[in-house]
């Protein structure tokens, strides 16, 4: 039983190297001050840097104020996309503090979370 426990352990592993690897430019997006009822955009860098090609099975910001847009083909090995994520700030004062949750096809680490900040005056 352990030998077979330790097999699939090893063939995991060897998956987990030769496989699709999403890596994010930076973990967060800061707009710094803007004005109330202001829309602003930005792009956040993703790179495949595995061997096989990377799919974004989807991208959700965490409510209806960021709304990002993202590749739907695959990412080749190597390359690079660019998620756009427009944030609205709408009539409310304050810093505020979003995430955007991206699920992928990336064995390790299916889904990968980075942050959209600043504050509406």
Do not use: H, W
């Amino acid at each position: 039983m352990k030998k077979i426990m330790f097999v699939g352990a090893f063939v995991m592993g060897l998956t987990s190297l030769f496989a699709q690897e999403l890596k994010l430019e930076k973990e967060e997006i800061a707009f710094g001050n803007l004005k109330l009822n202001t829309e602003v955009t930005s792009k956040m860098k993703v790179t495949n840097t595995g061997d096989k090609p990377l799919i974004l099975k989807s991208v959700v910001g965490s409510c209806g104020c960021t709304v990002p847009e993202y590749p739907t083909t695959p990412i080749a090995p190597g390359a690079s996309a660019d998620i756009t994520v427009k944030y609205s700030t709408g009539g409310v004062k304050g810093d505020f503090n979003k995430s955007v949750t991206i699920t992928s096809n990336d064995p390790v680490s299916s889904r990968k979370i980075f942050r959209i900040k600043g504050s509406a005056e």
